[in-house]
Structure formats: structure tokens, C-alpha cells
């Protein structure tokens, strides 16, 4: 018994990776419309914000990343399927590789807002909440693998062999189509 409860303990351990500062929102969560209407208001207020990169440009001692807000869902993470509802940059002191914060790379900042810089989109220049970051988290990309869709235990449909029966055993193979023939056939 001490034994099934230590594993189950375990894999709700391994669901809660997110850090606390992402996951949770500050006490005076501040919305990113809130904060743009009056940014003096709100200097040196902590800030959980998250959207979509735009942009990364390194410094000597530190990086900007502009991000397209969305707003986030309960666990911190970035709501594209909402309106966005503006740009916000962040500091890092640490060197962010463009490699890695791609562009539309969903991502989640909690920090402090320090005020404002100004950035030039296309041919205008907009002043764009600037917040210093402590904790930056990238979202992982979730890639579906439909090869195998399974409706039960060891029995199920593969559209690349042409449908059914298909058993990953040795028991069935793929069904033969005219169209569709497997690289090698058991004896």
C-alpha cells in the first residue's frame, strides 16, 4: 500500500513542474489594460504577463523580448484563442539566444513593471511597457502524433497500412489494399 501511494505521489509531483511564480499570479494582479492606462501608477508593481515573442535583441549586460499580450488562463499560460491586446517588453540580465526565443514562441514572464521604452513598429513609435523579469518560462510545443490512434488495448487503426484490422502483435496484420501494401509480409 505505502508503495502505490508513494508512486501516486510521485505522478502528481511530476504534473505541478510549473514555477510557483508563473502558476500563481501576484496578490494586486495588474492587467496589462490597467497598466497601459497609467504605467507611473503601477511602477515597481509585480506583474505575471504572457503572449507570443515578437521580437529579441541583446545587449552587452542584458536582453529585450518584445511580447504579444495575451491574456493568460488559470494556469499562467498564454490565451491565443483571445483577442491580444498589445505589446509589452521585458529585461533579462541574463543573454536570451535567439535560437531558442524564437518568434511565436508562447511564453510567460512575472516580474516587476519599471516603466516604459519606446520601440518603433513598422513606421510608428510606441512607448511599451517595460517589465524587469525573474522568472521567464517558455511553453512547451505539444505535437500530435496520429500514426497509431488506438481504440483499445493492442487493436486499432493505421491510415498509412490502409485501415483495419491492425493488431500490434503477431497475431493480425494490416488489411491488403490494391493501393496501399505493407514493406514485408509474415510467412
Do not use: H
Not at 511565436?104 to 516580474?111: H, R
Not at 511553453?139 to 486499432?156: A, C, E, L
Amino acid at each position: 500500500m505505502k508503495r502505490y501511494l508513494f508512486t501516486i505521489c510521485l505522478l502528481l509531483n511530476a504534473c505541478s513542474t510549473l514555477p510557483t511564480a508563473i502558476k500563481n499570479p501576484p496578490l494586486n494582479d495588474i492587467s496589462y489594460t490597467e497598466a497601459i492606462l497609467n504605467i507611473a501608477n503601477y511602477k515597481n508593481a509585480p506583474v505575471r504577463w504572457g503572449g507570443i515573442i515578437v521580437d529579441v535583441e541583446n545587449e552587452q549586460n542584458f536582453s529585450l523580448v518584445q511580447v504579444l499580450y495575451y491574456p493568460l488562463d488559470s494556469d499562467g499560460e498564454p490565451q491565443k484563442d483571445k483577442p491580444n491586446q498589445g505589446r509589452f517588453v521585458f529585461k533579462s540580465p541574463e543573454f536570451l539566444d535567439p535560437a531558442v526565443y524564437t518568434q511565436n514562441t508562447e511564453i510567460t514572464v512575472a516580474g516587476t513593471l519599471i516603466g516604459d521604452i519606446e520601440r518603433t513598429i513598422g513606421k510608428k513609435v510606441m512607448r511599451l511597457p517595460l517589465i524587469s523579469a525573474t522568472t521567464i518560462y517558455r511553453w512547451p510545443v505539444y505535437v500530435y502524433d496520429n500514426r497509431y490512434d488506438s481504440f483499445g488495448y493492442g487493436y486499432g487503426y493505421n491510415p498509412y497500412y490502409g485501415g483495419y484490422p491492425y493488431y500490434w502483435g503477431n497475431y493480425y496484420w494490416p488489411s491488403a489494399s490494391p493501393f496501399i501494401r505493407p514493406a514485408f509480409r509474415p510467412r
